[in-house]
Every structure is written in C-alpha cells, then in structure tokens.
C-alpha cells in the first residue's frame, strides 16, 4: 500500500504557474505509475497527466498538454504537477493517484489516492 499526500495548491491569476507536489509513502515508489487528476465543481473528475514507473513516459489531456508537465523523482518518492499558463477552467481539486499498472490512463486504474489539493485561477 501507498500513501499519497499533496502540496503545492493555492490561488493563482490567469496566466500564472504553480507546482503541485506529491510525496508517496509506503511500498517502493517505482512499483507504481502515477498520475495527476482533476475535479472541478459539478464535473467528472478527469485525468490530467500520467506517468510511467521510470518517469520516462508522459500522457497529457487534451486541454493541459503543452501547458503542463509531470515529472516524478524516484530517489525521493516524488511526483510533480508543473502547471503554467493557468487558465480560469483550470480551477478544480487535484488528486494525486498512484496504480499498480506500470502506465495507466484509465482512472479505474488507479488503487491509491490523496486527500485532493484546491487550485484556483482567477481571471
């Protein structure tokens, strides 16, 4: 089992960058593929980016890629949310999420979760 505690959410003006942090505990980190969802009021949660066990392979959402980045550092059992050019409808809760398959897209994938961490842009 892992767990997963998030970091790095706040309020940010349109246009900014903020990181999200995930700091996993538990089983070896490299077991899993992680990945970066969110959930904003009323919607579905989505997936927005996803990584493989060695970091090497990167999956991005339609409406992030190119704006944001996921990186994971296995020697300290830390993935990352590097988001830039936030935009309004970037607002959401963000959850970091870890799965047992080794690079996973699909949110029933995913075992483990964090609590959620809150994003807002302002316009």
């Known amino acids: 089992q892992v767990q997963l505690v998030e970091s790095g959410g706040g309020l940010v003006q349109a246009g900014g960058s903020l990181r999200l942090s995930c700091a996993a505990s538990g089983r070896t980190f490299t077991s899993y593929g992680m990945g970066w969802f969110r959930q904003a009021s009323g919607k579905e949660r989505e997936l927005v980016a996803a990584?493989?066990?060695?970091?090497?392979?990167?999956y991005y959402g339609d409406s992030v890629r190119g704006r944001f980045t996921i990186s994971r550092d296995n020697a300290k059992n830390m993935v990352y949310l590097q988001m830039s050019n936030l935009k309004p409808e970037d607002t959401a809760v963000y959850y970091c999420?870890?799965?047992?398959?080794?690079?996973?897209?699909?949110?029933?994938?995913?075992?483990?979760w964090g609590q959620g961490i809150q994003v807002t842009v302002s316009s």
């Open positions: 990584t493989n066990m060695s970091g090497r392979s990167a």
């Open positions: 999420a870890a799965s047992l398959s080794s690079f996973a897209t699909r949110e029933d994938r995913y075992a483990y």
